[in-house]
């Protein structure tokens, strides 16, 4: 459009030049003042318009050049406005006095929630413990899995030791030689521990896991007390070990040049094949096998999501008419309080706690290749069988019923969880 | 019948010889009529099945395979555990929800509306506890986006393990999410209180056992992310932290927090379990990286995959792959056939979405030798996916998290597909 402008202007400046350089010839011929004075005249006008002309010239592109600005710039902010927005809907609006929606949260019930702990400290409650009444705790309450020494029990955590390998090629990252912060410690064995029975633990009995935690790790000695006085004096280990995420300055810069298209390497090996090779679904090709040593390693074999193997079981295991499919199924719902250590159902495997097919009338201890505690070995070697007064007895108060048992389970306090887990687990056969 | 097609393939070409003897030349001969058109089939002349059969309808059985998988041997118990997308056997960008990845802490839980609470305390004006249907009231926003936990490829760090897209990658998924800003909430309750907002947090806690809880710098939650409460268009579903979840675009899946419970204005990151013994990358020399929060740009070819051989001839073939970038759009996928020495652009299926997959797909023609397939996404910063060995270069093996490198295939000639390394 400012293109189509300069044209008109042009023609008006040539059109000046010309009635110049006119002016001039007429001048040097034998004339008349008045002929020259009309045409003074005429050129004083013609030029006058000129500038008229020039001036109303620069004012439209003037303006011209204002709305294409004006344009330029709505353009691009459409732009940057559809860029920054995936555009299946507008930016939802803001009312800047609120919607007065919800309502004032009390004070008991941020105390409930509001439980997180501080690497300073803050938000810890008041209490303390100590290495002797932690190995006490630990033992009954976190031992069946992080092992009574915290070493960890088959895939569980590993909770002491590994220090100086975190160079190594394979690091062993515990609270003792990874965790930078001893509040760490505490929340999340306040808020999540123990797995299946979470925040239950007392403000004490936490500090003195926690103890204990520094003391397996040989951070404290047996004689440590933990409390909320001298809890932020407390130096982690690897506390100075993290750094903040640098890739912007490390890798981007690096790795953000136009990639090479054609001969980027002269050859093309290859290093490495997978280890595990059966994966592929049965229905889905045959396994590939090739030369990989897979002897070594955990053998991989893709199994169809688990979801109907309780449900299907409960069915084909055929429970006796007697039991009613209500209770059944609230069993089903209760044994989620001990499905993290014991499975039930075909193919169920020991895992931290012993498989439970066929419980009713098994002999106590008898599970092939589960490392009974001391009790266990006893009552099996007494004969003693799992009747149901016997269930009954020890999923009420498991501590009390068999003393020494690693079951860290604080036991079924209502009489029809009790009737529901005992129908649930007879339905895996008697 | 071509003498490369032979025993792995037997399963895909049954039924499918006569298409199977085509090649590069053109439409193939049938030598005898197919049966399947010259009689009436059963499905042809029998009538189906009505409507409300299944009133909540479930893939075909044909389909039955489509599935989340699980590696039993990564974790101590399904509880506290992690499987994975399908991600080979799928297209298109939206991942249904059904076959999203799952990853819980302390197990999924079963929370209903009517006992859901959301509270929204620390240095607000006016602590808040919201309903349900309190959140419903809020304008909501609709948006794609990618949820990739960090530990993606992590298997893969010191050497090709698994074999299957599914399982070096399909801990990813990609919903189209309906929710409410996290400003939106937190204007509700009054920033003032928290004075100037630069160095402040939020820390997001979810409702169930492990009460998993993330801390999200402020610049972050009062930009794009969502307290979401429907996925492709339906609630979310159980798995996925039925019935809020939290929404952080183009951040480690733990930090969307599922079946959300507590929002708390701070001043300080709460450094929880999973920000700093978990979550955080042990580099070469032993020291960790914390607050690894983005997702960098990464692709994989999705099929052919091991789990997705090639079960035609030689001619026309589509190599299909899915590519992200935790810091916009995809901008450009290349393809390798030959293991990195020759590149080619891909088609991009559609303009990327900021922080959500895009499809991507190369078509060609398979010659029937063998290729080292690879793909490398660039996203609108000019960022680049690194190979394994420039991100080993960069921190070691050990670091678990934030694998990105660029996958290979080894497609041989017979079509079967392995997981393998190059130099």
């Not at chain 1, 003042?33 to 006008?45: A, D, V």
């Not at chain 1, 592929?280 to 096998?289: K, L, R, Y």
């Not at chain 2, 070469?284 to 051989?309: F, L, N, Y």
């Not at chain 2, 394994?388 to 070691?396: P, W």
Request: aromatic content about 8%.
């Amino acid at each position: 459009m400012s293109k189509s402008l300069s044209q008109i202007v042009l023609p008006v400046a040539g059109g000046t030049a010309l009635a110049l350089s006119l002016a001039l010839v007429v001048a040097n011929l034998d004339y008349g003042q008045n002929k020259i004075s009309s045409l003074e005249g005429r050129l004083e006008q013609a030029s006058m318009r000129a500038d008229e002309a020039a001036g109303k010239a620069r004012e439209e592109a003037a303006v011209t050049a204002e709305l294409e600005a004006k344009i330029a710039e709505i353009q691009a902010d459409a732009k940057v406005r559809a860029a920054s927005n995936p555009g299946l809907t507008e930016y939802a609006p803001k009312r800047e006095s609120g919607y007065g929606l919800g309502r004032k949260a009390r004070t008991e019930e941020i105390a409930a929630w509001d439980i997180d702990v501080l690497p300073d400290g803050r938000g810890l409650p008041q209490g303390r413990g100590d290495v002797f009444t932690g190995e006490e705790v630990f033992a009954e309450k976190c031992a069946s899995c992080h092992g009574d020494f915290a070493e960890g029990v088959d895939n569980w955590p590993v909770l002491a030791g590994g220090f100086d390998t975190l160079a190594d090629k394979d690091p062993v990252k515990t609270v003792g030689s990874y965790w930078p912060h001893l509040s760490t410690v505490w929340d999340y064995v306040h808020r999540s521990m123990p797995f299946g029975e979470a925040q239950t633990l007392t403000p004490d009995e936490t500090y003195a896991i926690v103890a204990y935690i520094l003391y397996s790790n040989d951070l404290v000695d047996d004689e440590f007390e933990l409390s909320h006085e001298n809890f932020s004096g407390f130096e982690m280990y690897n506390k100075g070990g993290f750094l903040i995420d640098d890739r912007p300055e490390r890798e981007y810069a690096r790795w953000s040049s136009e990639p090479c298209m054609e001969n980027c390497k002269p050859s093309v090996e290859i290093t490495m094949r997978a280890t595990f090779l059966d994966v592929t679904p049965e229905n889905g090709g045959e396994s590939v096998m090739n030369d990989a040593k897979a002897d070594d390693t955990p053998t991989f074999v893709a199994k169809a999501a688990t979801s109907d193997a309780t449900g299907g079981e409960a069915e084909t295991a055929a429970p006796s008419p007697a039991i009613d499919p209500a209770l059944l199924a609230s069993g089903e719902k209760v044994f989620k309080k001990c499905k993290a250590c014991h499975a039930v159902g075909e193919g169920a495997k020991n895992k931290s706690g012993p498989q439970l097919n066929g419980l009713i009338g098994r002999p106590m201890g008898a599970v092939e290749g589960f490392k009974y505690s001391k009790v266990f070995v006893a009552a099996h070697g007494e004969g003693r069988i799992w009747d149901e007064t016997a269930l009954t007895e020890f999923l009420a108060k498991p501590k009390s019923y068999m003393k020494g048992t690693k079951m860290s389970f604080s036991g079924l306090k209502k009489e029809e969880d009790l009737a529901a887990i005992k129908a649930y687990l007879k339905s895996f056969g008697e | 019948m071509d003498s490369k097609m032979k025993t792995s393939r037997r399963t895909f070409l049954k039924g499918s010889v006569a298409l199977a003897g085509g090649s590069v030349a053109g439409a193939a001969v049938a030598n005898e009529a197919d049966p399947l058109i010259t009689e009436v089939q059963e499905w042809a002349s029998a009538t189906g099945v009505g409507v409300d059969e299944t009133p909540y309808g479930m893939p075909i059985s044909f389909e039955k395979d489509v599935v989340r998988r699980n590696v039993e041997w990564l974790t101590a118990s399904p509880i506290s555990s992690i499987n994975f997308t399908p991600i080979h056997a799928l297209d298109g960008t939206i991942t249904p929800q059904g076959c999203a990845f799952e990853r819980h802490h302390s197990g999924a839980i079963e929370l209903r509306k009517e006992d859901f609470r959301l509270m929204v305390n620390g240095l607000v004006d006016t602590p808040l506890v919201f309903s349900y249907q309190d959140l419903e009231r809020f304008p909501r926003e609709n948006h794609v986006y990618f949820c990739e936990c960090a530990a993606n490829t992590g298997m893969e760090w010191a050497g090709a393990q698994l074999n299957g897209a599914q399982f070096t990658h399909g801990m990813i998924h990609n919903m189209e999410y309906t929710g409410v800003p996290l400003r939106t909430l937190l204007n509700e309750a009054g920033l003032g209180a928290a004075g100037d907002l630069t160095g402040k947090w939020v820390y997001v806690e979810g409702a169930d056992a492990s009460s998993n809880g993330r801390s999200i710098p402020m610049e972050k939650a009062l930009d794009d992310v969502l307290v979401a409460f429907k996925a492709n268009g339906e609630a979310l579903r159980m798995e996925h932290g039925y019935p809020v979840r939290l929404v952080v675009p183009g951040w480690e899946g733990n930090m969307w927090v599922k079946w959300l419970r507590r929002i708390e204005v701070t001043d300080a990151a709460v450094e929880s379990r999973e920000e700093t013994s978990k979550y955080t990358d042990v580099y070469e020399d032993g020291t960790a990286r914390k607050w690894t929060w983005v997702m960098d740009a990464k692709s994989v070819i999705t099929s052919p995959s091991p789990q997705m051989p090639v079960s035609h001839a030689p001619g026309p073939m589509v190599i299909s792959g899915l590519a992200w970038s935790g810091h916009g759009k995809i901008t450009r996928v290349d393809v390798s056939r030959d293991g990195g020495i020759t590149w080619q652009k891909a088609r991009l299926g559609k303009q990327g979405d900021s922080k959500a997959l895009t499809r991507f797909y190369l078509d060609g023609d398979w010659d029937g030798k063998a290729m080292l397939l690879q793909s490398r996404a660039m996203d609108e910063t000019g960022y680049v996916q690194p190979t394994k060995q420039q991100l080993r270069d960069s921190r070691g093996e050990n670091s678990v998290y934030h694998n990105n490198c660029i996958q290979t295939w080894y497609v041989d000639e017979n079509g079967v597909v392995e997981n393998v390394e190059v130099s």
